[in-house]
Nanobody, 122 residues
Framework: QVRLVESGGGLVQAGGSLRLSCAASGRTFSYTMGWFRQAPGKEREFVAA????????YYADSVKGRFTISRDNAENTVYLQMNSLKPEDTAVYYCGASYLKGVSLKAEYDAWGQGTRVTVSS
């Protein structure tokens, strides 16, 4: 069973940066790791994902060029560097783990963290 704990959220002004972390415990070998977000009144949506080796990354069009996903398998941690933040990035950000399935649908993920809140002020 994979357990995930996110951290790093907070309040930031538009144009600023934040780095989210997701610490994983349990058996994470071969898991794709992803970040999703959920704004108030909206569905949880895909943000970014990274394959086990870190060689494959995937991004939603809305964050391409601004967000970077990375992972440190030795530390069992996944990161989401968020730059040039916009008010529309305000949401609770969730880390997920997907075992041998797809990367961009929440149904493909086997485990989730509790989320970390990001608020971007204008």
């Amino acid at each position: 069973q994979v357990r995930l704990v996110e951290s790093g959220g907070g309040l930031v002004q538009a144009g600023g940066s934040l780095r989210l972390s997701c610490a994983a415990s349990g058996r994470t070998f071969s898991y794709t790791m992803g970040w999703f977000r959920q704004a108030p009144g909206k569905e949880r949506e895909f943000v970014a994902a990274i394959g086990w080796s870190g060689g494959s990354t995937y991004y939603a069009d809305s964050v391409k060029g601004r967000f970077t996903i990375s992972r440190d398998n030795a530390e069992n941690t996944v990161y989401l560097q968020m730059n040039s933040l916009k008010p529309e990035d305000t949401a609770v950000y969730y880390c997920g783990a997907s075992y041998l399935k797809g990367v961009s649908l929440k149904a493909e993920y086997d485990a989730w963290g509790q989320g970390t809140r990001v608020t971007v002020s204008s």
